[in-house]
């Protein structure tokens, strides 16, 4: 991708988060560096600071390296670099010899990854096979009392009802620690959010009554698993915390080949791991992708790099299931570029009945993703938001920074895209006049 088309906002968007982002445009100023450059592969400067940092950047993914000791990547002084790449005062030159490096050590690890993906996809027999099936019978033995413990307790809170639960914090954490304990941690996710629901609005008791619901429509699809159509299993194995790992995906997933815009992303820190979630939109299949990723500790680095509002050829693979939408890279098949195509939309009506065709694949499904097409935001009392398409229809707006996605819109139709979970539309970018605006996190 060349490097004058890295907008400043997509250059601050790769921050870990404000703080860096914010440091990193007090070095966007030569005065703060020393051999500055680039070609068509890289940008490269050295930061003055406490100590001289090394700083690069691979200009085909926009991956970043720095010398200095920071543990949040990218860095503030490759924030820094990366602005002054994207305002084009770069000057031309020859890199030196420890851009060269690094780029040529990029370029061998991804030749090596894609030889070991090569392989995965041959299908190695495990070492030791009967191991694996013992292991694997053992731990859905786990599952199948954990979840069959978990279906009582649900019996039994719907028969006392929900009166005094505001007060019961400790029982959601404790009945998710028994699903740990069961090998189940996907539901043990979804019991320890519960907890957040008694006494957070008027209709909480709706709310967690459709909650339950779902799990108990889990609990009893586990005990027909050996029943269930093989895709739809995956994806119930999946949900309770049982997924493939990503040598078997190479091997029985789904490959399709495209052109796929980075179309919206978020990106989620705690003390003890990076979670970031990407969506994906084919140019000519119009397939849609989810590729999770993670990495340990704050500000740790992860493995692909994707910026809103570009493009690139490549390769995935999805994850089996009866609606597939999680997918990773299997290999990348040319430089990132600025993507200019239109975007397939929905209205507010195509949302819906898309919500329920996908649910009747996969019943298990909580959201769906989707670009809403010429819908405008609307504030009612200050409080109340909305969006509203051209017939009058309107959907609830959920978390997102919505005075500035007022502000883009300019009180005009525009396109958004999010996810919609049959309650509330969560809006994690807008496309306005061929540019892409993040929108994750913001107020409730």
């Keep these: 991708m060349s490097a004058s088309l890295l907008s400043t906002e997509q250059a601050l968007a790769l921050a870990p988060d404000s703080s860096v982002a914010a440091a990193g445009q007090k070095l966007a100023t030569e005065r703060s560096w020393q051999g500055l450059g680039r070609d068509g592969r890289a940008a490269w400067g050295e930061c003055k600071g406490s100590a001289l940092y090394q700083v690069r950047i691979d200009l085909s993914d926009f991956a970043t390296k720095c010398t200095c000791p920071s543990r949040k990547f990218p860095c503030k002084h490759a924030v820094g670099l990366l602005l002054l790449t994207a305002s084009e005062r770069l000057p031309s030159g020859t890199p030196p010899s420890w851009v060269e490096e690094w780029i040529s050590r990029r370029s061998a690890n991804a030749e090596r990854k894609a030889k070991r993906e090569a392989a995965g996809a041959e299908g190695v027999a495990p070492a030791d096979p009967e191991a694996k099936t013992k292991r694997s019978v053992e731990r859905h033995e786990r599952v199948r009392k954990g979840l069959e413990a978990l279906s009582l307790w649900m019996e039994d809170l719907v028969r006392t009802g929900f009166a005094g639960l505001e007060s019961e914090t400790a029982m959601w954490n404790t009945q998710a620690a028994r699903l740990v304990d069961a090998q189940a941690p996907g539901l043990a996710s979804q019991v320890a959010q519960l907890a957040a629901l008694p006494g957070s ?244």
């Design 201 to 444: 609005g008027p209709d909480w008791p709706r709310r967690l009554l459709d909650r339950l619901g779902r799990l108990a429509l889990v609990t009893e699809a586990w005990r027909r698993l050996d029943q269930l159509p093989p895709p739809l299993a995956a994806d119930l194995r999946s949900l309770v915390g049982i997924p493939l790992r990503e040598e078997d995906v190479l091997v029985q997933g789904e490959r399709v080949e495209d052109t796929w815009m980075v179309i919206g992303q978020e990106l989620e820190d705690t003390e003890r791991v990076r979670a970031q979630r990407t969506y994906l939109i084919g140019t000519t299949t119009g397939r849609m992708a989810l590729v999770l990723q993670f990495a340990a500790g704050p500000g740790a680095r992860f493995a692909e790099s994707f910026l809103p509002g570009t493009a690139f050829p490549a390769e995935l693979v999805f994850w089996p299931g009866a609606a597939p939408l999680r997918a990773m890279v299997r290999e990348r098949k040319g430089e990132v570029h600025p993507w200019t195509a239109a975007v397939p939309s929905l209205s507010l009506d195509g949302l819906t009945q898309r919500f329920a065709e996908e649910l009747s694949r996969q019943p298990f499904r909580e959201r769906t993703a989707a670009v809403l097409g010429g819908v405008v935001p609307v504030v009612e009392g200050g409080r109340s938001w909305w969006l509203r398409d051209g017939t009058g229809a309107a959907v609830r707006l959920g978390p997102c920074d919505r005075w500035r996605l007022l502000a883009l819109s300019g009180g005009h139709a525009l396109d958004v895209f999010g996810e919609w979970d049959g309650e509330q539309f969560r809006p994690l970018s807008a496309r306005v006049e061929g540019r892409l605006h993040p929108l994750a996190g913001g107020s409730p």
